[in-house]
């Protein structure tokens, strides 16, 4: 019944996800299907379960039934085995001894080896558990800046971002970790021709992810075009005083490979925003020498802006 219980709280939490709108915070819902999927795999394996236990409760209730019947067997029949037992037994003694005492042994030996194999087995119970009661019972968080306070972030060498495309990013989105070089560079020329011809370029929901590589990846290319976007304001390290970085978290796959992206601003002159300030820029696109990341980054030169409030669903998704 353990593992009944196991599967049908694995698909209970999925079904639940999907139900309370949460499953977004850990996957892409490009990829919903693939929790549906999962779902339906595990109520059917929680049915086999299911009828695997009650097939072994009857097979149990049969032999305590033949048992009982076979308590009413002859008694005479009964004395006259146990005689010839007890006949034997007193006539083989010594070898008897020897048998019992190697049986006691070999009993003790596979009485450890159930003990360990129940602790193995409760073991992999509780591992399984802890994530179904979390996933079911405590609330969903969402990110906000004080993880990119915890985890610090960077702009590596396109070369060390290839070495793992599970790592969380930061700042720039970066699909190259999932092709090959040839092949993202179609990717980038395909995406770049969906905004080389707007006259401005206004990042979405829809579209955040793919314009914001597309501008880190040709930021030449966009200086003279003015360039909106969304996003939650983070102070960030060695800036100037009316410097911020603009992010929206998001996930490109999954949890796995999701991060904080954006880019710095500098606002205009005065501005005084507190981290987690949700706020829509519009500027015109320049680059700029970044001490801390050793290179030159975009920068947007904000020419307005305003507050917003922070959107229903904060996190960005990439639309390949």
Same mark, same amino acid.
């Given at each position: 019944?353990?593992?009944?219980?196991?599967?049908?709280?694995?698909?209970?939490?999925?079904?639940?996800?999907?139900?309370?709108?949460?499953?977004?915070?850990?996957?892409?819902?490009?990829?919903?299907?693939?929790?549906?999927?999962?779902?339906?795999?595990?109520?059917?394996?929680?049915?086999?379960?299911?009828?695997?236990?009650?097939?072994?409760?009857?097979?149990?209730?049969?032999?305590?039934?033949?048992?009982?019947?076979?308590?009413?067997?002859?008694?005479?029949?009964?004395?006259? *085995?146990? +005689?010839? @037992? !007890? %006949?034997? =037994?007193?006539?083989?003694?010594? /070898? #008897? *001894?020897? +048998?019992? @005492? !190697? %049986?006691? =042994?070999?009993?003790?030996?596979? /009485? #450890? *080896?159930?003990?360990?194999?129940?602790?193995?087995?409760?073991?992999?119970?509780?591992?399984?558990?802890?994530?179904?009661?979390?996933?079911?019972?405590?609330?969903?968080?969402?990110?906000?800046?004080?993880?990119?306070?915890?985890?610090?972030?960077?702009?590596?060498?396109?070369?060390?971002?290839?070495?793992?495309?599970?790592?969380?990013?930061?700042?720039?989105?970066?699909?190259?970790?999932?092709?090959?070089?040839?092949?993202?560079?179609?990717?980038?020329?395909?995406?770049?021709?969906?905004?080389?011809?707007?006259?401005?370029?206004?990042?979405?929901?829809?579209?955040?992810?793919?314009?914001?590589?597309?501008?880190?990846?040709?930021?030449?290319?966009?200086?003279?075009?003015?360039?909106?976007?969304?996003?939650?304001?983070?102070?960030?390290?060695?800036?100037?005083?009316?410097?911020?970085?603009?992010?929206?978290?998001?996930?490109?796959?999954?949890?796995?490979?999701?991060?904080?992206?954006?880019?710095?601003?500098?606002?205009?002159?005065?501005?005084?925003?507190?981290?987690?300030?949700?706020?829509?820029?519009?500027?015109?696109?320049?680059?700029?020498?970044?001490?801390?990341?050793?290179?030159?980054?975009?920068?947007?030169?904000?020419?307005?802006?305003?507050?917003?409030?922070?959107?229903?669903?904060?996190?960005?998704?990439?639309?390949?």
């Amino acid at each position: 019944m353990i593992r009944f219980a196991i599967l049908f709280g694995l698909a209970f939490m999925f079904l639940l996800l999907h139900r309370t709108g949460d499953l977004d915070k850990y996957i892409n819902m490009r990829y919903a299907y693939l929790s549906v999927s999962a779902i339906v795999l595990l109520a059917l394996l929680c049915l086999y379960q299911f009828v695997k236990v009650y097939r072994a409760e009857k097979k149990s209730e049969e032999a305590a039934a033949q048992a009982a019947r076979a308590e009413g067997a002859d008694l005479d029949g009964h004395y006259a *085995h146990n +005689h010839a @037992h !007890d %006949h034997n =037994h007193n006539h083989n003694h010594d /070898h #008897s *001894h020897d +048998h019992d @005492h !190697d %049986h006691e =042994h070999d009993g003790h030996s596979k /009485h #450890s *080896h159930i003990g360990r194999t129940k602790w193995r087995r409760g073991f992999t119970y509780i591992v399984l558990a802890v994530p179904i009661f979390t996933g079911i019972f405590l609330p969903v968080a969402t990110l906000d800046s004080s993880f990119v306070k915890a985890k610090g972030f960077s702009f590596p060498e396109l070369d060390q971002r290839r070495k793992d495309a599970g790592y969380h990013q930061f700042l720039r989105p970066d699909t190259s970790v999932f092709y090959s070089a040839d092949n993202y560079d179609k990717v980038k020329q395909k995406d770049m021709a969906d905004f080389a011809d707007l006259p401005s370029v206004e990042l979405n929901d829809a579209n955040y992810l793919k314009g914001m590589e597309v501008l880190y990846n040709y930021p030449d290319e966009f200086a003279d075009k003015t360039i909106t976007f969304d996003g939650f304001a983070y102070k960030g390290e060695e800036v100037g005083a009316t410097s911020y970085f603009v992010f929206r978290f998001g996930f490109i796959h999954c949890v796995a490979d999701s991060g904080v992206f954006g880019m710095l601003v500098q606002m205009p002159a005065g501005t005084k925003l507190s981290d987690d300030d949700w706020l829509r820029v519009t500027g015109k696109l320049s680059r700029e020498y970044y001490q801390p990341f050793k290179q030159m980054i975009p920068v947007l030169k904000v020419k307005d802006w305003e507050p917003i409030d922070k959107p229903d669903d904060p996190y960005v998704y990439r639309n390949f």
